[in-house]
């Protein structure tokens, strides 16, 4: 991906008419700010993963589905039947026509994250054996994404600043969708009323309220409780205050790296959205990236943290969970990072309606704990002896993972349909009122609305259902 993707942003600049030492410059900062982000996500799963086992190992506890984390997802993804080799022309055809017809504004120039929608065709292709059925399966998943990223665009370009840029991510985007209804009733809780985003919390507790003073704390927390049969021993408390100052570590460099990969970014997809205005006055269009440049934001990585102990701990006490956490602890900053949006930053809902989550995510990532390992066989994948494998914040335990390999063929398949056009009606006929429940303000959702959907559009389907601008409760605008 560090190497890959830059090399895609560098072309595609470069067709869009920008600047080539400008466009050379940009995508070599956006190379170097992915070897960063990844370089501190090791760091993170290096430290968390034995503190979780250690922590298992005290209940005296087993637990049989080993999660060997999103690379070996990955790796496995592209392993299964050539669906990964076949996956990555077939959707970027699909992407050019549902752009080229209107169905979507999002070009989805991630290809290393198509490694999602092979790893969903695979799961499915071990219980079916149907080749044609898993790649629709793998495609359903992107046309999923798609929507979902026009959904948020307008509520990430505002809060994370990224103009121009939607996030087709398979990790994060079913994670958003299906925390948007707990939310909803999190809010409607006394929860709703505490003040919790990084500045409120600063506010409250001074220099202690700062990221590396919460990481530090979570760190000590985590590493205390792992230790805590040998808390006598001078060996626990060096692991203990290196767990500490690593996760302090991580709350204060990840932004950086974040920030170095959007100084890259920022330039070019202004130019892209500059381009592209000047030309198609009626077309919006957003170029879809990795959720890796959302996560520096402070409520990701602090939210991220403070769950990892909320997950070892339902891993042991939940009844019939077979899942013992690992690497994938390191890869919740990819679970929230659609969520900053949908709850304002706020860290005490994101962590409440993320805990909701992780109740289905553990059945889910255990139930299919047996079709992983079988596809990790059947791609030559080295299983380390391990009886069981899993892999659960991506993809194994994801709300997506849970439809398309879970509900047998080919209800699955109905059902995902019908929940991606729902969302795509819902989107072209109430347009505001969706972009703010994905959380645009009022402000930016009817922007966005005046930029989308009050023009033709430049396609064969209608950019709006209905009336021409639906409203919320605000002046001068006609309810739909």
């Known amino acids: 991906m560090s190497v890959l993707l830059p090399i895609i942003i560098f072309l595609i600049a470069l067709a869009f008419r920008v600047d080539v030492l400008k466009a050379a410059r940009s ?14 996500i090791g760091l ?36 299964i039947a050539e ?101 909803w009733a999190v809010d409607k809780t006394p ?79 202004e130019s892209i959205r500059n381009y592209m205005t000047s030309r198609f006055e009626d077309r919006d269009m957003a170029i879809g990236l990795d959720s890796a440049i959302l996560i ?36 919740f900053p990819f679970f929230f990072a659609l969520m900053v949006p949908i709850m304002n930053g706020n860290i005490v809902k994101m962590v409440v309606t993320g805990t909701i989550l992780l109740i289905p995510l553990h059945y889910i990532s255990s139930a299919v704990a047996p079709l992983l390992t079988q596809a990790a066989g059947s791609a030559g994948f080295d299983l380390g002896g391990r009886g069981l494998i899993t892999s659960p914040v991506a993809d194994a335990g994801s709300p997506a993972t849970g439809i398309l390999a879970l509900i047998p063929a080919p209800v699955a398949l109905a059902v995902a349909l019908v929940i991606v056009l729902g969302i795509w009606v819902a989107l072209r006929t109430w347009p505001q009122r969706m972009y ?13 609305v005046e930029r989308r959907h009050t023009g033709k559009g430049g396609g064969l389907l209608p950019n709006k259902i209905g009336s021409t601008v639906d409203a919320t409760s605000t002046e001068g605008r006609s309810d739909d």
Do not use: C
């Open 83 to 183: 669906l990964g080799v076949w996956m990555i022309p077939l959707f970027v055809a699909m992407n050019l026509v549902l752009f080229a017809i209107g169905f979507t504004y999002t070009l989805n120039v991630d290809i290393w994250n198509y490694w999602h929608f092979a790893f969903i065709g695979g799961l499915v292709y071990m219980s079916t054996n149907n080749w044609l059925y898993s790649v629709a399966v793998g495609l359903t998943l992107g046309l999923f994404v798609l929507v979902a990223a026009d959904w948020t665009q307008p509520a990430v370009e505002e809060t994370f600043d990224t103009p121009g840029i939607s996030i087709p991510h398979g990790t994060s985007a079913p994670y958003a969708v299906a925390a948007i209804p707990i939310h």
């Open 436 to 448: 703010m429940v994905a959380g645009a303000s009022e402000e930016k959702a009817r922007e966005t």
């Open 27 to 40: 995508s070599i900062l956006i190379g170097i700010g992915f070897i960063g982000i990844n370089l501190v």
């Open 191 to 269: 929860l709703g009323n505490i003040e919790a985003d990084p500045d409120a919390i600063q506010d409250r507790f001074g220099i202690l309220g700062e990221p590396i003073f919460v990481g530090l704390a979570i760190g000590l927390v985590i590493g205390i409780a792992a230790y805590s049969n040998a808390l006598f021993v001078a060996e626990s408390w060096y692991a203990i205050l290196t767990a500490g100052i690593s996760f302090a570590a991580v709350m204060h460099i990840l932004p950086m790296m974040v920030g170095i990969l959007m100084e890259g970014l920022t330039p070019l997809s």
């Open 296 to 331: 520096g934001h402070e409520s990701v990585i602090a939210s991220s943290l403070l769950i990892v102990p909320i997950a070892i701990v339902m891993s042991i006490i939940l009844p019939g969970n077979d899942v013992l956490w690992g690497i994938d602890l390191a890869t």
């Open 44 to 79: 993170f799963s290096e430290n968390i993963s034995p503190l979780a086992q250690q922590m298992v190992e005290v209940t005296g506890i087993t637990l049989p589905a080993v999660d060997v984390g999103w690379p070996a997802a990955a790796a496995i993804a592209f392993g």
